[in-house]
């Protein structure tokens, strides 16, 4: 196949798998503007406890160091949007489904087959959240949307209620073109951030993130992170610089059947933590998000939705 028939028969195929929108980048190192943001980031500290991006900094930096012989990035976004309010459990919307990582991953890998049934050699690597991989920057660059002021990728009439994956190929496709910054002279996400996490210069301080705050720290809260967890009212995740973003306004529910709305989560009283058995709550939570951070953190994030 020419490179733009087969760009775009891996588009549609894409879309018939369930995922909502496909676009291509061509492997290449990061510019330095970008390597520079990324290694400020990381000298500011920013990264708090989460050690690993700190590791594997040329990899991060080069996906033809990650995967060699990459040629071209499939990157792909998949809806979690549920229209409704905030899930009264106070879970993140997204964490409120199974979990997402494999599930998008085998979808990619079965893309990635569908490519050689068709005739065509290929070689890759399918990742979502689980690799030294910028995704939001590829996505960019696949024309996929741009990285809002809350540092989240946000396509123009979808808004950001997605997730994202790559497949990293051998393939010379045809690059779509990045798309430019239609935050304007908007600050909400900014406004609203109850830990004051965003900075506009210099991105998230993820020490301040309640998302950081309830998933990623292992240890217990200081005092101010236990008012930035109380001021969000949120037990895992956080979904609040999405929900005053104007651009969610025109998103669509997601209806894909591997991955309904549980709502068991959805639902769930944050106080019956408290006394939970070990058994039970590795039932409630087994294949979703909340099983790889653990019982006693959501028992301690549970603790600070306490208003102090
Ligand atoms: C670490 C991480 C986190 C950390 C840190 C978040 C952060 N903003 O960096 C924590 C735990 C806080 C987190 C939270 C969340 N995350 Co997260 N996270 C990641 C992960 C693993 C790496 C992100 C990373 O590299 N950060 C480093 C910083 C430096 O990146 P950056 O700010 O984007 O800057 C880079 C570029 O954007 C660029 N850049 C371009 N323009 C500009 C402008 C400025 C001013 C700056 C500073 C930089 C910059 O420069 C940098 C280098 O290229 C990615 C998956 C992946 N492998 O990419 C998911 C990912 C970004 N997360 C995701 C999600 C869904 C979330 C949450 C919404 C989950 C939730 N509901 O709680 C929140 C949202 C928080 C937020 N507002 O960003 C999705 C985002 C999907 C989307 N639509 O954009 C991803 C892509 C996972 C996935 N596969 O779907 N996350
Ligand atoms: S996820 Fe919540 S705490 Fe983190 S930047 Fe967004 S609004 Fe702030
Ligand atoms: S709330 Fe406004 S500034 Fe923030 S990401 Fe959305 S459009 Fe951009």
Redesign the pocket.
């Known amino acids: 196949m020419t490179p733009d028939k087969l760009t775009a028969f891996i588009k549609q195929e894409a879309l018939n798998l369930g995922f909502d929108a496909c676009g291509i980048a061509t492997a290449a190192p990061?510019p330095t503007l970008?390597?520079d943001?990324?290694k400020?980031?990381?000298a500011e500290g920013?990264?708090g406890e989460?050690g690993y991006?700190e590791r594997n900094l040329s990899k991060?930096l080069d996906p033809q160091e990650l995967v060699p012989g990459a040629r071209s990035l499939i990157v792909v976004?998949?809806n979690y949007s549920n229209k409704g309010q905030r899930p009264p459990s106070g879970i993140?919307?997204?964490?409120c489904r199974p979990d997402?990582h494999p599930l998008?991953r085998n979808r990619l890998y079965t893309l990635m087959d569908t490519i050689r049934a068709a005739g065509q050699p290929v070689n890759g690597r399918a990742?979502?959240?689980?690799?030294?991989?910028?995704?939001?920057?590829w996505?960019?660059q696949a024309g996929l949307?741009w990285?809002g002021k809350?540092?989240?990728?946000?396509r123009p009439g979808i808004g950001?209620?997605?997730?994202?994956?790559v497949l990293v190929t051998d393939l010379t496709l045809v690059p779509d073109s990045p798309q430019e910054s239609r935050c304007g002279s908007c600050r909400r996400?900014l406004e609203a951030c109850p830990g004051q996490?965003?900075?506009?210069?210099?991105?998230?301080d993820?020490r301040r993130?309640?998302?950081?705050l309830t998933?990623?720290k292992k240890t217990p809260f200081e005092a101010y992170e236990r008012r930035i967890c109380a001021a969000g009212q949120?037990l895992?995740?956080?979904?609040t610089?999405?929900e005053v973003c104007p651009w969610n306004r025109f998103s669509q529910p997601a209806m894909d059947e591997a991955f309904p709305l549980l709502s068991k989560l959805v639902a769930l009283d944050p106080t019956a933590l408290k006394n939970m058995e070990p058994a039970a709550f590795t039932s409630l939570t087994a294949g979703t998000a909340l099983e790889r951070t653990g019982l006693a953190s959501l028992q301690r994030n549970a603790e600070a939705l306490k208003k102090v």
């Open positions: 990061l970008e390597s943001r990324f400020a980031w990381l920013f990264q989460m991006l991060r976004t998949f993140a919307r997204y964490a997402y998008i990742f979502s959240d689980s690799a030294p991989l910028i995704e939001r920057y996505a960019q949307g990285i809350n540092r989240l990728l946000i950001s209620w997605f997730l994202l994956g996400c996490a965003l900075d506009e210069t210099k991105g998230l993820a993130c309640i998302s950081y998933i990623e949120w895992f995740g956080c979904d610089c999405q």
